[in-house]
């Protein structure tokens, strides 16, 4: 068991949450190693806190890496860029459960275990269900930054759209009214405790421009809503919702140990919900790893303050993790 983890190296793809995932890997003392296109590697050649930048024709070259002291750290772009079997493939210590990897490309699988943990969810409807209550969102299989939903006020309505959608793999779900809140979380082996590391809101083009334009003028308008992310803002909770936001991660990562067996979920989570005017928080989707969201706390959150009295980004918390683990000579049991 070698304990000594300065001589570990974090690594992880250019793009997404990589700068802060290596600054905090660098603030917990640990080398660093990006790999990017050739065409990113000057962005990333300028940040001090990494320290090798590589630069690959593709990114299907990472889970070549066979150096047993290199820590993989995936973030959204792994499965959209090497595909979930190229995942599944490393060889080197990934931190996060590829188990759970199936969960959440697949949202019916997905929502079986979220109605495990108890929480509460939209309803699914399959296309010939008798009592669909419109208006629905039809969203596509997979993370795409909202690309590929769209929305549905009647049946006439759903099955035209459906006729030219191009996405095989779809569920119909009944559209939330309220506030899209994403509650980031880290669910640590070692203390055996979840933490809301921060929150953040997500500004999603055009769905969140149409209410600029009065509703008098929106009628004249042939207009489509979409749900393309652009960005993110932070986002304090209400405080007395907290305890029921802390629980529900609670839940999930309580079910995930049956559901999708082994570890379960660990590290960072997210659940990305709908808070409605009777104060319930609905859960419309999980994403198993950093989400980007959290580029918004690279110096630390309000929540993450309170926990850690340092700055202390979901990035950081993940190097903090396995130094930790590394130091106890635990490190194989805390990652894949
Ligand atoms: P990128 O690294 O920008 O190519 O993004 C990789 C994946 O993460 C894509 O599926 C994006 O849609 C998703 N993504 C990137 N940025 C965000 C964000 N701010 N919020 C949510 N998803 C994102
Ligand atoms: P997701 O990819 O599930 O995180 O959803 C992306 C965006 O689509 C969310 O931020 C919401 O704006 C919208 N959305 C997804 N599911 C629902 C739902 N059931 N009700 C209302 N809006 C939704």
Not at 81 to 93: A, F, Q, R
């Amino acid at each position: 068991m070698y304990k000594n983890y300065q001589d570990y190296t974090i690594a992880t793809l250019g793009s997404h949450s990589a700068l802060q995932i290596l600054k905090g890997a660098k603030d917990e003392g640990f080398k660093t190693l990006l790999i990017t296109t050739n065409e990113r590697a000057d962005f990333y050649n300028r940040f001090s806190f990494i320290d090798t930048v590589t630069s690959v024709v593709s990114f299907k070259e990472l889970p070549k890496i066979k150096d047993k002291k290199t820590i993989i750290i995936p973030h959204g772009s792994f499965v959209a860029y090497l595909g979930m079997e190229g995942n599944k493939n490393m060889t080197v210590p990934y931190f996060g459960s590829k188990k759970v990897l199936d969960y959440e490309a697949d949202r019916k699988l997905q929502y079986d275990w979220l109605e495990k943990s108890k929480l509460t969810l939209p309803k699914q409807y399959e296309l010939n269900d008798k009592n669909i209550r419109f208006p629905v969102i039809v969203k596509s299989h997979g993370a795409a930054g909202g690309r590929g939903y769209f929305l549905a006020m009647n049946k006439r309505e759903l099955i035209k759209k459906l006729s030219t959608f191009k996405y095989a793999q779809y569920v119909i779900q009944q559209y939330i009214i309220g506030v899209p809140l994403y509650i980031h979380y880290f669910y640590s082996l070692l203390t055996k405790q979840v933490e809301i590391m921060s929150i953040d809101r997500r500004y999603e083009t055009n769905v969140d421009g149409i209410g600029r334009i009065p509703q008098s003028q929106q009628k004249d308008l042939s207009l489509e809503t979409s749900y393309v992310v652009v960005g993110n803002s932070p986002f304090v909770l209400r405080e007395s919702l907290l305890p029921e936001a802390l629980n529900m991660g609670e839940r999930v990562v309580e079910s995930s140990k049956k559901v999708v067996g082994g570890k379960g979920l660990y590290g960072p989570f997210c659940l990305e919900t709908i808070i409605t005017p009777d104060q319930k928080i609905c859960v419309i989707e999980i994403s198993c790893r950093i989400v980007a969201g959290t580029n918004l706390f690279i110096n630390g959150s309000p929540y993450s303050w309170l926990t850690y009295n340092e700055p202390m980004s979901t990035g950081r918390r993940i190097a903090r993790e396995i130094k930790n683990a590394i130091i106890t000579g635990v490190l194989e049991e805390n990652v894949d």
